[in-house]
């Protein structure tokens, strides 16, 4: 194991450590991240079986009240940018950071903070295959932030996706789970729009 990896790893367990989910249920999965992250030192990689821990942000555009989404080739949904932690994320802030931008095309995102740092807003855990369609599924432990989109944002479609749209937060598409939506109404709140 190396230093990133030993850093990274030190960082999600500060991240949830110093994080409180606000009802029962964050609560109980924010501990079953950390008893993950603590009996697997490889628990930020995807190789990680049963279960690794993954970033993502929601673009929020907050002149406009909207969010955009990117409709994932892979479930056929419209989601948040997100994915996998990489070796060179500095930290798991950085990983959502980096998607986000990766999938969105947006540069200079920004990350909501609380007290000065950018923080966590939700935990979502699911079932994926992201090893391949003949191997077992496996359990994304994601870890949710919002991203703030600079004025004039204009996004660019990656090949990560099918599609990528911005939607007002009153007008999500019919193809997002519940998931999704209570992001959306968390970042609502945490941003004080609409």
Not at 18 to 32: F, N, P, Y
Not at 63 to 69: A, C, D, I, M
Not at 76 to 82: A, C, F, H, N, S
Request: hydrophobic share 40%; net charge negative; aromatic share 4%.
């Amino acid at each position: 194991m190396t230093i990133a990896d030993t850093s990274l790893h030190a960082d999600a367990v500060r991240a949830l450590t110093t994080w409180t989910g606000g009802d029962a249920g964050q609560e109980a999965l924010r501990q079953d991240y950390l008893d993950h992250l603590a009996a697997h030192p490889d628990g930020m990689w995807r190789a990680c079986r049963p279960a690794h821990i993954t970033a993502s942000a929601l673009v929020l555009d907050l002149t406009g009240g909207r969010v955009l989404l990117t409709l994932h080739p892979k479930v056929g949904r419209w989601l948040q940018m997100g994915g996998h932690c990489e070796p060179g994320d500095l930290d798991l802030a950085a990983a959502a950071l980096r998607e986000a931008t990766e999938e969105s095309g947006i540069p200079d995102l920004t990350l909501l903070a609380v007290d000065g740092r950018p923080a966590p807003v939700k935990l979502d855990r699911h079932a994926v295959r992201c090893a391949g369609k003949d191997r077992p599924d496996n359990t994304h432990l994601d870890v949710q932030y919002v991203a703030l989109a600079p004025a004039g944002a204009r996004e660019l479609i990656s090949e990560e996706s099918l599609d990528l749209r911005w939607f007002d937060l009153d007008g999500l598409p019919e193809q997002t789970d519940s998931s999704v939506r209570e992001l959306v109404a968390i970042a609502r709140r945490l941003t004080a729009h609409g």
